[in-house]
């Protein structure tokens, strides 16, 4: 038994009907389910500048706080366990103040041994020269007995065998002389050597304790104590301890090669942190440098090109109380030159 009647034309009855039900459909997601297109407010206000650039000609760049000396990595000349660690993020220092110290102990033991070892050879220096100064003693002795038996012209006052012992005597002083001069200058050579050694060892055990190359502020502190440190370490492995000079702190402003023309080198930046419009500062211009290079200061906007070269020219910030810190992206504004200057 149909539950259609038997004069139902799907063609003519049916077809309607689903496109009816398919409408009302389209019509209930086109209201409930397309999302919310209301205005909202930005999360974050955008770069904009201000001030006299605003109706100015300007060029726009991004860049990176860095510290005026720029990121010094810290090594190690000698591998070692770290057995003193006396720094830590946010540390400043002075010039030669020590970081951090690795394990000494075999160095140590190596400048014991030296100082045995120079102490025997000292005595054996000593011990020498007295027997020279025996040997030198009983040489001229000898030569002076044989020098008067040679000068007594009556041969019967001096029997031959006198004579053949006091010149015995003397050619066997002369060699003990001459065997303590040898053992004299092994001696002296030992006690070089040694003392060679001894500081070749106090220059390890300075090398053991690493100091910083200038004053400045310790930004990482990649290391602990106990921890194993190789002076073969990587191109890609992480510097064990980051610092550099953040009084003051510079920004490398990245602009594009295409503006680079524009810009008006010697003219001040006005610079915000990535975020802060709002908080805007006016940075003295430093340098240009000499290169352009690629780009790697991203802002990661959708529509940033990242296969450019761009112009990184430095400038130095003012004191402005923890604003702006190592790292940190910024945005910049540049005066641009005036059209008559830059024909």
Request: charged share 30%.
């Given at each position: 038994m149909s539950i259609l009647p038997?004069?139902?034309?799907?063609?003519?009855?049916?077809?309607?009907?689903?496109?009816?039900?398919?409408?009302?459909?389209?019509?209930?997601?086109?209201?409930?389910?397309?999302?919310?297109?209301?205005?909202?407010?930005?999360?974050?206000?955008?770069?904009?500048?201000?001030?006299?650039?605003a109706d100015s000609a300007r060029v726009a760049g991004a860049g990176v706080v860095e510290p005026s000396s720029e990121v010094i990595d810290i090594g190690t000349a000698l591998s070692g366990l770290v057995t003193d660690l006396q720094v830590q993020p946010g540390d400043y220092v002075e010039a030669g103040q020590p970081l951090f110290t690795v394990d000494t102990r075999a160095i140590r033991s190596r400048i014991q041994e030296t100082g045995a070892s120079i102490g025997e050879a000292r005595a054996a220096i000593t011990e020498a020269r007295a027997a020279i100064a025996e040997a030198r003693a009983a040489e001229d002795a000898a030569a002076r007995q044989l020098a008067l038996f040679r000068s007594i012209e009556d041969p019967a006052a001096v029997s031959q065998s006198e004579v053949i012992r006091a010149?015995?005597?003397?050619?066997?002083?002369?060699e003990r002389r001459e065997l303590a001069q040898a053992r004299l200058t092994a001696a002296q050579a030992r006690l070089r050597s040694a003392q060679a050694q001894a500081g070749t060892a106090q220059t390890e055990l300075g090398r053991a304790t690493v100091r910083a190359p200038m004053a400045g502020e310790i930004l990482a502190v990649n290391i602990r104590p106990g921890e194993y440190l190789s002076t073969a370490g990587g191109g890609n492995s992480e510097a064990f301890i980051q610092m550099g000079q953040t009084r003051p702190l510079?920004?490398?402003?990245?602009?594009?090669?295409?503006?680079?023309?524009?810009?008006?080198?010697?003219?001040?930046?006005?610079?915000?942190?990535?975020?802060?419009?709002?908080?805007?500062?006016?940075?003295?211009?430093?340098?240009?440098?000499?290169q352009v290079v690629p780009k790697r200061s991203l802002t990661?906007?959708?529509?940033?090109?990242?296969?450019?070269?761009?112009?990184?020219?430095?400038?130095?910030l003012p004191e402005t109380d923890g604003l702006f810190r190592v790292g940190q992206q910024v945005d910049a504004f540049i005066p641009a030159r005036s059209a008559e200057a830059s024909e």
């Open positions: 038997d004069n139902f034309s799907f063609s003519r009855q049916g077809l309607p009907i689903l496109a009816v039900i398919g409408l009302i459909f389209a019509v209930v997601y086109v209201v409930f389910g397309l999302p919310d297109r209301e205005m909202q407010e930005p999360d974050r206000d955008p770069p904009r500048a201000t001030g006299e650039l010149e015995g005597e003397a050619n066997a002083a002369r510079h920004i490398r402003i990245d602009v594009d090669e295409e503006q680079a023309p524009r810009v008006a080198l010697g003219e001040a930046a006005f610079v915000s942190p990535r975020g802060a419009s709002g908080e805007q500062v006016e940075a003295r211009f430093v340098r240009v440098e000499p990661n906007t959708a529509s940033e090109r990242v296969d450019v070269r761009v112009l990184q020219i430095i400038y130095e």
